[in-house]
């Protein structure tokens, strides 16, 4: 052996590329950046900060590299009514369509795709896996959708900068009550300077033909796994600090990276089980031939085009959240994409129960993914959970298409004011009764669900996952309730504000969960509720719920200022309603005032 070859093990040369914190008890570090094995094992700060142990430039970055980097941004919601009718591209863009402001940072650090990194953003990255997936994922943080997220932003940038963006925002929320201002200051532009970054990345995606690719062209043209991620997390960081109308430009360019990227691959032909599969025009059937991969960076070059687990996962949440979104008056144009991509051109008019679970194919496909991932090393325990969890969470899937059909449903409807046009009122009747039918469809289809979590009590156990899911996936299904038969009472001209028995059922199914769940978890549960909450303030007519309500809308002002936003709206609508004496059509208020920065989105 060449003796210049440095020997592993005990007898080797002790690493002086590691990270200080293994360092510093003297423990071998496998050198993986941006956390190494052990720190991740341990739940550890992984510091890879270079000490000053000799001269070196006072900037890490060349000034071309930082002329490169500079990019604008949006800079929080008192700036969001800025950029109206820019499209997804450009508002993307930044620096090149919206007057923001610009910052410059320098990190000495890189990772190894070639994000710079300083102490503060690995400590963002350690708050992101262990303290922020928590609040959005009650799966063990060690193994959860959002640590899969941060295996793919290991080799992309645009991942890596979101992943930093929001998960530095979260911490300088945090702190704010505790830091001076002008520390908070240097924390929020750290986290909007990421931001701005991952901005700039998108738009090169989407513009490719202008320009190269920011990221590695796969199979589909780009790399899916990492544009799905980083569009995931930009959703998420609209909706937590941004705007409303951040989140509809992102929701629109989502839809276009479904519609060219992706079409081709999410034909349900394509997403069968392993072993046969039934494709177009074959007048027959033909092996698949292949397993499913957990990541496209894992398809041999040449293969035929394949979606990957993990991007088929991130696609249904994004349609997901994206049909979440119509219940506020935006979206909608990613899970119309995603229907015709699959062959459900006409859900909208003609919505049926076996068209709401042909989405849900996507997350059978994803099924062993994170099994697949971690292989040997995942817990037999953690597969155990999924196997339990899955039917809640398909009953999710289904809930919240649910509200994308309402929301469609509202457009709709033929108007008749005055009550005396009954061709309007029979066409009406016959959109409500489909629709209703279909709710009624999936509360059976899923039954088993809403009886567990009806049988659920206070003395129920709070760290079991599943009574989690339960109490969190169940209010819902019970919010959709709610939303329709508000929307079936406005469209029939209903007097008074007295809730039927349906509407009590609905009410009680949510009171009952949302008093379990905060008694053993707290705030951190309302924010998984904030839209079943929302609607039992609009229509409950007990003052001790309403009130009950509105206090944990307080509360949960601390997680960002759109819950602040909502309770306003709510007490701006609840005496509105009183006083009227009728409800108020929300859904069309919610439309109207697209740009105005006080609505909100759940």
Not at 388 to 413: D, H, M
């Amino acid at each position: 052996m060449d003796e210049r070859t440095p020997r592993r093990g005990r007898s080797g040369p002790r690493s002086r590329d590691g990270c200080w914190t293994c360092r510093a008890k003297k423990v071998k570090c496998d050198e993986t950046r941006p956390i190494c094995a052990r720190c991740t094992r341990l739940d550890l700060v992984c510091d890879y900060e270079p000490r000053p142990i000799r001269a070196q430039p006072s900037d890490g970055l060349e000034p071309s590299a930082l002329a490169e980097e500079s990019v604008t941004m949006e800079a929080g919601a008192e700036k969001e009514d800025r950029g109206a009718g820019v499209d997804a591209q450009a508002y993307w863009m930044g620096s090149a369509a919206l007057d923001l402001p610009l910052f410059q940072l320098a990190f000495p650090n890189v990772a190894a795709n070639s994000v710079e990194l300083t102490t503060d953003d690995h400590e963002a990255i350690t708050h992101y896996r262990t303290s922020f997936s928590k609040l959005y994922h009650t799966k063990n943080p060690r193994y959860s959708l959002f640590s899969v997220m941060l295996i793919v932003a290991e080799r992309s940038r645009i991942a890596m900068h979101m992943i930093l963006a929001l998960s530095g925002s979260e911490m300088d929320r945090k702190r704010s009550g505790r830091q001076d201002a002008v520390q908070i200051s240097t924390q929020k532009s750290r986290a909007l300077h990421h931001y701005s970054i991952a901005l700039r990345l998108m738009a090169d995606v989407v513009g490719q033909e202008h320009g190269q690719a920011a990221e590695p062209r796969g199979n589909s043209g780009i790399d899916l796994d990492c544009v799905l991620t980083a569009l995931y997390l930009m959703l998420l960081y609209e909706q937590m600090f941004g705007s409303r109308q951040g989140l509809s430009h992102h929701l629109a360019g989502a839809a276009i990276i479904v519609q060219y990227h992706c079409a081709h691959l999410v034909a349900p032909w394509l997403l069968a089980p392993e072993g046969e599969r039934q494709g177009p025009g074959d007048g027959g059937t033909r092996p698949l031939g292949r397993q499913q991969l957990a990541f496209s960076q894992t398809a041999q070059p040449g293969s035929e085009p394949q979606i990957s687990q993990y991007s088929a996962r991130l696609l249904a949440r994004l349609a997901l959240s994206d049909a979440a979104a119509t219940s506020y008056g935006i979206g909608g144009e990613v899970i119309s994409a995603l229907y015709d991509a699959m062959g459900l051109h006409h859900v909208g008019n003609t919505p049926s129960l076996d068209s709401l679970e042909t989405l849900n194919s996507l997350e059978r496909y994803a099924g062993t993914l994170y099994r697949n991932v971690w292989g040997e090393s995942y817990p037999p325990s953690e597969l155990a959970d999924d196997v339990e969890s899955r039917p809640v969470f398909a009953f999710f899937g289904a809930v919240l298409q649910l509200r994308f059909l309402i929301s469609q449903l509202s457009k709709t409807l033929l108007p008749d004011p005055a009550g005396n046009d009954p061709a309007a009122e029979a066409a009406n009747a016959k959109c409500l009764a489909g629709v209703h039918a279909t709710v009624q469809a999936v509360g059976a289809r899923f039954a088993d669900v809403l009886d567990a979590a009806a049988g659920l009590s206070l003395s129920s156990d709070g760290s079991c996952r599943l009574v989690t899911n339960l109490r969190f996936v169940v209010p819902h299904y019970h919010a959709v309730v709610l939303e329709l038969r508000r929307l079936t009472a406005l469209t029939r001209r209903v007097a008074g504000l007295a809730p039927d028995g349906t509407q009590r059922e609905a009410l009680q199914g949510i009171m009952g969960l949302a008093v379990q769940a905060f008694r053993h978890q707290g705030d951190e549960a309302m924010l998984r509720i904030a839209q079943p909450l929302f609607m039992v303030a609009l229509e409950t007519d007990d003052v001790l719920h309403r009130e009950w309500v509105l206090d944990r809308f307080e509360g949960l002002g601390c997680f960002g200022a759109r819950f602040e936003r909502a309770r306003a709206f709510l007490l701006t609508t609840i005496d509105r309603q009183q006083s009227l004496g009728r409800r108020v059509d929300v859904q069309e208020q919610f439309r109207r005032e697209g740009g105005n920065p006080a609505i909100f989105v759940f």
